[in-house]
Each structure stands twice: as structure tokens, then as C-alpha cells.
T-cell receptor, first 114, second 113 residues
Framework: DAGVIQSPRHEVTEMGQEVTLRCKPI?????LFWYRQTMMRGLELLIY????????DSGMPEDRFSAKMPNASFSTLKIQPSEPRDSAVYFC????????????FGQGTRLTVV | KQEVTQIPAALSVPEGENLVLNCSFT??????LQWFRQDPGKGLTSLLL?????REQTSGRLNASLDKSSGRSTLYIAASQPGDSATYLC????????????FGPGTRLSVLP
């Protein structure tokens, strides 16, 4: 398996524009997570899906953020409208599910909002 | 609310030295604890996973220990190499689904040749 695949790797957009980040989890993994990493706040969990269903979105910072998982092999994180303070690295991770398993991270998307 | 801290924030050692990275967590009711490695501009790679019922895990030159009662975990790296240079993060999970992973800020390790 190629691991967790995220696209794009880098995104530069203007304030107010819509941004969509994409993630393909490892085949067979039941759980998918979106994280955001900044220098100030470190790694923060945004939302978690289990079997394509959003379980916990309490980490989503504002209504401007939304995430979907239409099937087991694809998820999106959308920011609309984007703001400069959204600039960060966004990671997607997947886990096989069940007890005590490792989390596998994608390479991340570096988002810059100018 | 679980809080995870790591000390030191940065560490620089000469090649060949043995070293210890520290991770502390405030809530001892954890399900497991993972150590990750992050290279600049890259994602996180899982190094070791310790279940709450375990005391330690070993992989090659890496050994991670867990003391739930004291809220501490350590990552021991033997015979460090320049290729070990990276940021090391620990994450405490409250359940087996991982959504309550709380990450520490990381320790940035530099191993000098």
C-alpha cells in the first residue's frame, strides 16, 4: 500500500477563497482523522471518522471548516472562506480500527492563506 | 483535560551517544501511548506503541517505557546516528479509537557527526 495519500502537498490561496484538502486513507483502515499542526498550538485533532461516519468534530475551529467522507477511500476537508490564520500544515491519518493500533499519517498539506 | 508535555524541547548530541527523551501526561487513565518521529516537511511516522498494560516496547535501537502511575514515558535511543535527527512526538490516547490522541509539542533532536 502507498500509505495515506494527501493532496495537494502545498496550497497558496487568497483570503476569502475556498480551499479543499483531500485524503486517501490506507485500504482497509476503518478510522480517519484530520489534524492541524502549527508552531503555536502543535498538533490538534480537527475531526475523526469511523466507518465513514463523523464521530467527533469538536475540534473543528469554526463553521468555516467542514469535512466529509463519502466512502471508505476518500475524505475532504474544506475551508470556506479561508483566512490567514488558517495557515498551517493539515495532516490526515488512518488507523485499522480495533484496540491498540498504530496511526499512519500522510505527508500533509501545507496551506498558506495570504 | 489531558495535557502532554515533552522535555527537553531541543537536544543536540554527538554521534554514538545514548539519549533519553521524556514525555509527561497529566491524566493517567490512558489506553496507550505512541512515540512518533517527524522529519522536516514530512508527516509523522509511528515508532513504538505501548499499551497501558505494558511497561515497555523495543524496536532496534529504540526502547520506550511507560509508567502510568507517574504519568511518564521515556524514549531511549541507543548509539545515536545523524539519521536519527528529527522531531520526536509522544501522543497519549484515552481509548482504542485514537480520537482522543493528545500530542506533546515534541523534542527536536540533532545528532552531530
Amino acid at each position: 500500500d502507498a500509505g495515506v495519500i494527501q493532496s495537494p502537498r502545498h496550497e497558496v490561496t487568497e483570503m476569502g477563497q475556498e480551499v479543499t484538502l483531500r485524503c486517501k486513507p490506507i485500504s482497509g483502515h476503518n478510522s480517519l482523522f484530520w489534524y492541524r499542526q502549527t508552531m503555536m498550538r502543535g498538533l490538534e485533532l480537527l475531526i475523526y471518522f469511523n466507518n465513514n461516519v463523523p464521530i467527533d468534530d469538536s475540534g473543528m475551529p469554526e463553521d468555516r471548516f467542514s469535512a466529509k467522507m463519502p466512502n471508505a477511500s476518500f475524505s475532504t476537508l474544506k475551508i470556506q472562506p479561508s483566512e490567514p490564520r488558517d495557515s498551517a500544515v493539515y495532516f490526515c491519518a488512518s488507523m485499522p480500527g480495533g484496540g491498540g493500533t498504530e496511526a499512519f499519517f500522510g505527508q500533509g498539506t501545507r496551506l498558506t492563506v495570504v | 483535560k489531558q495535557e502532554v508535555t515533552q522535555i527537553p524541547a531541543a537536544l543536540s548530541v554527538p554521534e554514538g551517544e545514548n539519549l533519553v527523551l521524556n514525555c509527561s501526561f497529566t491524566d493517567s487513565a490512558i489506553y496507550n501511548l505512541q512515540w512518533f518521529r517527524q522529519d522536516p516537511g514530512k508527516g509523522l511516522t509511528s515508532l513504538l506503541l505501548i499499551q497501558s498494560s505494558q511497561r515497555e516496547q523495543t524496536s532496534g535501537r529504540l526502547n520506550a517505557s511507560l509508567d502510568k502511575s507517574s504519568g511518564r514515558s521515556t524514549l531511549y535511543i541507543a548509539a545515536s546516528q545523524p539519521g536519527d535527527s528529527a522531531t520526536y512526538l509522544c501522543a497519549a490516547s484515552k481509548d482504542n479509537y485514537g480520537q482522543n490522541f493528545v500530542f506533546g509539542p515534541g523534542t527536536r533532536l540533532s545528532v552531530l557527526p
